[in-house]
């Protein structure tokens, strides 16, 4: 009987053990504030341009995940409003206890620098080194719509720059089935970083998320990056924040149309766009330029 009553006891304590090993680590939990910059319904989201997070980040402009329980903010609350939450890290990411106030001034975290672009902005000619290692301008595709989006080629999370490009492979192929607008567009992949994304790493990225080694593809869709001396210029302007952590770049997105006349037609803050958004905005960008 003695035995059976240790045997117990030693069953219940490796019980005890193991529940406690495969208990989740506890979330963690980061004081956040700052700026509404975008509200995205849909997919629960809010971009938000905050302060420094003491621990965790310094102050950028990211998309965040609005919690279940804080969904209701999200039928009133609106870029440009000041936000105070709580941005939980367990099992995802997530705001949570989300309070905020009313107001009319513009978009900003602080820094003078960040900036929204706007349709009818027009864009600065910054040059750009591409794949080939020959210098581009943007200046160069006046003429024709430009599509843009930003990467950078190390990038480790699978919904940002890996999803960029996936989702511009949708859009090339799309304009390439229409002879119509294929013709009369070019796409654009650009590096926020030039430390590292140099010419033969673009042009290796390229040939893989083309799916060809054949030059010609990047008759269509270039990979490019500016020198470190214009990167503030060109990132600035398309409302893209980043900051380093070791080799992985923290960052926002930006995506954009820039219409034949050079001006901004249209811009995506995040992720959730769709491959015929673009295309739709490239038809009716010819239309009005026509």
């Known amino acids: 009987?003695?035995?059976?009553?240790?045997?117990?006891?030693?069953?219940?304590?490796?019980?005890?053990?193991f529940a406690a090993c495969s208990r989740p680590p506890a979330a963690k939990r980061y004081e956040l504030q700052g700026r509404v910059v975008a509200v995205d319904s849909g997919a629960r989201e809010l971009t938000i341009a905050h302060k420094d997070i003491p621990g965790y980040m310094e102050a950028m402009t990211m998309p965040y995940t609005v919690s279940d329980k804080d969904s209701w903010v999200l039928k009133s609350i609106a870029p440009g409003d000041q936000i105070h939450a709580t941005l939980v890290l367990g099992g995802r990411a997530e705001l949570q206890d989300i309070t905020?106030?009313?107001?009319?001034?513009?978009?900003?975290?602080?820094?003078?620098?960040?900036?929204?672009?706007?349709p009818g902005d027009e864009v600065p000619d910054v040059a750009l080194v591409n794949q080939n290692g020959k210098t581009i301008h943007?200046?160069?595709?006046?003429?024709?719509?430009?599509?843009?989006?930003f990467i950078y080629t190390r990038c480790p999370f699978p919904d940002y720059c890996p999803r960029m490009t996936r989702q511009f492979a949708e859009v090339d192929r799309q304009l390439r089935?229409?002879?119509?607008?294929?013709?009369?567009?070019?796409?654009?992949?650009?590096?926020?970083?030039?430390?590292?994304d140099r010419p033969k790493v673009l042009r290796e990225y390229g040939f893989q998320s083309l799916g060809?080694?054949?030059?010609?593809?990047?008759?269509?869709?270039?990979f490019a990056v500016?020198?470190?001396?214009?990167?503030?210029?060109?990132?600035n302007f398309f409302g893209l924040t980043?900051?380093?952590?070791?080799?992985?770049?923290?960052h926002s997105l930006s995506t954009a149309v820039i219409g034949p006349d050079g001006r901004t037609f249209s811009w995506y803050h995040g992720n959730e766009w769709q491959a015929s958004d673009l295309v739709k905005d490239v038809a009716e960008a010819i239309r009005s330029g026509s």
Do not use: C
């Not at 089935?177 to 590292?196: R, V």
């Open 100 to 118: 905020f106030t009313r107001s009319s001034e513009p978009v900003t975290d602080g820094n003078p620098a960040l900036r929204i672009p706007q």
């Open 226 to 235: 500016p020198p470190a001396a214009q990167l503030a210029k060109m990132t």
């Open 212 to 222: 060809s080694r054949q030059p010609s593809v990047f008759d269509h869709w270039e």
């Open 1 to 17: 009987m003695k035995g059976m009553v240790v045997r117990r006891l030693l069953a219940l304590l490796v019980f005890i053990s």
């Open 138 to 149: 943007f200046q160069q595709f006046r003429g024709k719509p430009l599509l843009l989006t």
């Open 242 to 250: 980043y900051t380093a952590d070791g080799e992985v770049l923290n």
């Open 177 to 196: 089935a229409n002879p119509a607008l294929d013709s009369k567009t070019h796409l654009l992949s650009i590096s926020f970083d030039p430390q590292h």
